[in-house]
């Protein structure tokens, strides 16, 4: 009976284990079952949210592009043309984008030509740009040039002028400022007695500080059209052993650095005068070295260069020692006069109620961009940033809802403004 009833029992108990299994293998299965419907759902959200968001990118490009012909832009009564290549537009606002992901976009420099000309220096190259705009933040804190124009004050500047005779003076026949240089003039001894090489660079920064700040934005005015280059005359006449010595190079390569390296690009046209057979013999060796771009902006002169100048500037804009019809007898002499639309009271006033103002103007479609596009879409309950809709690694579109991205969002709705106050230079 005992193995009988044994024998009946154990069929059942191997039954009951199998239901067990069974019961096991369903719940797992459904369970599985779950997490694969919620990775498809949670796959589903992120493809539509990339979707959303590189539609709602591609047609702020798009805009762009459509844009990039030409935008006008006013300043008081005057209307300012500024002709943009659409690449380069489409460019510059993906730089945009990297540099306020990272952190690199104070609102001072935040302006269409400063990363244009930053890109050019680089030849578009996005990175080795970031790079570039990178290491100028830091240099221009550690060295004060944010507010070198308010801080520093050059009382020997008329003094260093016998010595380096050197200045801005008028403006060429599209209305860029024209720069003067004598380097054959330049008596590095005496200079140095006078001021220091600290004083001078810090110097040479105001300048370009004032060119950006006040020369730039007056010639645009005058000339109804930006402007962001200059023409710059270099006079070599007389240049020997005396002016490349130990002081003097320490002063020109310093130069040369914070120019190419922070304020690049600003440079138009080049024209070395008075350029004597030696001084050619060396530039035909170097400029094999020099980027085609650079060697295609400067032109070497001998002392029959009056012709060349006058077909680029005007007589009344050009020095009369150059060549020109003009000597500014009540200023001392012109490159003593710092002639040119920035001493202009009605330009300059412009100049300096015109920011104020276009920033004004920016805010206001800044608050119309919010209730449309891409604003409108980030804040409707579909594009509001969720546990589950975060972007995970990889995808086209990290970290969206990042705090890097909800500051690129403020930003794109301030880059999307009407084409008349696209520019904030002036």
């Known amino acids: 009976m005992l193995s009988e009833r044994r024998i009946s029992t154990l069929p059942r108990e191997k039954m009951a284990g199998n239901e067990v299994m069974a019961d096991f293998d369903e719940r797992r299965n459904r369970i599985l079952d779950a997490e694969v419907l919620e990775d498809e759902r949670r796959r589903t959200r992120m493809g539509s949210l990339k979707k959303k968001a590189l539609s709602a990118s591609n047609k702020f490009t798009h805009s762009l592009k459509k844009k990039g012909k030409k935008a006008n832009y006013r300043t008081s009564s005057v209307s300012i043309e500024d002709i943009r290549d659409a690449q380069e537009e489409s460019t510059v606002h993906a730089f945009r984008l990297e540099l306020i992901a990272r952190g690199l976009l104070p609102d001072r420099h935040d302006d269409y030509h400063t990363m ?41 500047f008329k003094e260093v002028l016998h010595f380096y005779p050197r200045g801005y003076h008028g403006v060429d026949k599209e209305g860029r400022p024209i720069y003067v240089e004598m380097l054959g003039k330049v008596d590095p001894s005496k200079l140095l007695n006078i001021t220091t090489l600290e004083r001078y660079i810090k110097h040479h920064v105001q300048e370009f500080e004032k060119i950006l700040h006040e020369k730039f934005p007056a010639c645009s005015i005058a000339a109804k059209k930006h402007i962001d280059s200059t023409t710059t005359i270099l006079d070599v006449q007389g240049v020997g052993l005396k002016n490349l010595s130990k002081d003097a190079r320490d002063l020109l390569q310093n130069m040369q650095k914070i120019g190419g390296d922070y304020y690049p690009e600003i440079l138009h046209q080049l024209f070395i005068i008075n350029a004597g057979p030696g001084f050619k013999l060396v530039w035909n060796s170097v400029k094999g070295f020099l980027d085609p771009n650079t060697t295609a902006k400067i032109r070497v002169l001998g002392t029959k260069y009056q012709q060349a100048l006058l077909e680029a500037i005007d007589a009344s804009q050009l020095p009369d020692f150059l060549g020109g019809s003009c000597v500014c007898l009540a200023q001392g002499g012109c490159l003593m006069s710092n002639k040119g639309p920035w001493n202009d009271p009605e330009i300059i006033k412009n100049v300096r109620n015109a920011q104020p103002r276009i920033l004004k103007q920016l805010k206001l479609a800044q608050d119309k961009e919010q209730r449309r596009g891409l604003g409108s879409w980030l804040r409707s309950p579909k594009g509001r940033c969720s546990d589950t809709s975060t972007a995970e690694s990889g995808s086209d579109i990290d970290d969206f809802c990042s705090p890097h991205a909800s500051r690129m969002h403020e930003h794109l709705n301030l880059a999307t403004v009407p084409e008349e106050v696209s520019s904030v230079a002036i």
Do not use: C, H, N, S
């Not at 990178?134 to 040039?145: D, I, S, V």
């Open 116 to 156: 244009l000309r930053f890109l050019k220096a680089k030849k578009f190259d996005i990175g080795k740009t970031i790079q570039m705009w990178e290491e100028m933040l830091r240099w221009r804190k550690e060295f004060g040039a944010d507010t070198i124009m308010e801080d520093f004050q050059y009382g020997e």
